[in-house]
């Protein structure tokens, strides 16, 4: 490991959700997508080996695996719920899974529900948080690769 140092990747990870109108149905009024992206849409293959999205156990599929970018998942849906991101690092790494979690927000704070979807329809609800995540004393290998890139 490198003795005092510190390497920092900046990311950005949440939702984006569109209401479908007035004509989908029920249980799929809205397409949305959760991801995790370099903070600048940068790619971040050199320091992630993959990334789990773990959904509401409701879907067909409610862990899902993705081991190359873009780490992203759309679905359809009517509910809101967390959604559970686990970044797995790089194995040279030598750095334990971070779990983060994204909130799943379909309509926007509003408190006349008919007037948030109509909002909604025109426009996406976007919940995206932006995080740092620090290395410290990172092992020499990984650190020449990020610093590298």
């Known amino acids: 490991r490198v003795k005092g140092k510190e390497l920092v990747v900046p990311i950005c990870y949440g939702t984006c959700a569109y209401w479908l109108g007035k004509k989908a149905d029920e249980y799929h009024s809205h397409k949305w997508t959760v991801y995790l992206r ?10 992630i080996e993959k990334v ?5 156990p409701s879907f067909k599929e409610p862990v899902r695996v993705l081991e190359k970018p873009p780490y992203e998942v759309t679905e359809t849906g009517w ?4 959604i ?7 194995s040279d790494a030598g750095e334990k899974p971070l779990e983060l979690s994204a909130p799943l927000k379909l309509y926007l704070e509003d408190t006349e529900k008919g ?7 025109k426009k996406p609800v976007v919940k995206e948080k932006y995080e740092e995540i620090v290395f410290h004393e990172p092992r020499e290998e990984f650190a020449k690769r990020i610093e590298g890139h």
């Open 38 to 47: 370099g903070a600048e849409h940068e790619d971040l293959s050199h320091c």
């Open 52 to 56: 789990v999205f773990n959904l509401h």
């Open 79 to 82: 509910g809101e719920f967390e």
């Open 84 to 90: 559970g991101v686990t970044v797995h690092f790089a």
């Open 115 to 121: 007037k948030a979807e109509s909002k909604a329809a």
